[in-house]
């Protein structure tokens, strides 16, 4: 018997300064049985850096040939794909012949020595690469509730995320 996803609900008062994109967004997110609180915060976090009425979350680790998040166009070409953790050289390169703009999010403690390891052929391509602090990561992980209102305030490169009972300071810093 397969085990089912767990299913979160966030209302997210989103207020990105750098881009001047302000909005209310509810999100529904399944968390893959194999999936950690924290990457499913590290989602989350990439969503609101790059809100779009037409941004989507997609099956994410339940379909291996799609990115985390991404943003089609109405003739279905990828806009924009996102991934969030350590993907494979090969996999960027698929993400970068795939869509015109792609971005990675590592979030976690071995993200430093997998940028390391990348080949340096895979670090040029037309791709973004950021990394979330993981400390930070973890902790806003440990606030999360099944349903909640969270405030989303951006600029710069950090976030201040505020909960009912809770409230951090999130930053990310590019790695190319």
């Known amino acids: 018997m397969a085990l089912k996803p767990t299913i979160y609900k966030f209302r997210i ?3 990105d300064l750098n881009r ?3 909005d209310t967004v509810n999100l529904t997110i399944a968390q893959h049985p194999s ?3 924290e990457r499913m915060m590290a989602r989350v976090m990439a969503f609101c850096l790059n809100a779009d009425p037409e941004l989507g979350f997609t099956k994410g680790l339940s379909e291996v040939e799609q990115p ?4 089609k166009s109405l003739e279905q070409d990828t806009l924009l794909w996102i991934d ?3 993907p494979t050289a090969e996999r ?3 993400a970068a012949r795939s869509a015109k703009q792609v971005k990675i999010y590592s979030f976690n403690s071995k993200s430093t020595t997998w940028w390391q390891q990348l080949p340096s052929k895979t670090k040029q391509l037309p791709i973004a690469f950021w990394q979330f602090d993981w400390q930070e990561i973890a902790s806003l992980a440990s606030f999360v509730e099944r ?3 969270m405030s989303v305030t951006i600029t710069e490169e950090s976030a201040y995320v505020t909960t009912a009972n809770n409230e951090i300071e999130l930053h990310w810093q590019a790695l190319n």
């Open 13 to 15: 008062s989103l207020s």
């Open 20 to 22: 001047n994109y302000y």
């Open 35 to 37: 999936e950690t609180l």
């Open 68 to 71: 985390d998040i991404w943003q």
């Open 84 to 86: 969030v953790g350590e």
């Open 92 to 94: 960027l390169k698929k």
């Open 147 to 149: 349903t909640m209102d």
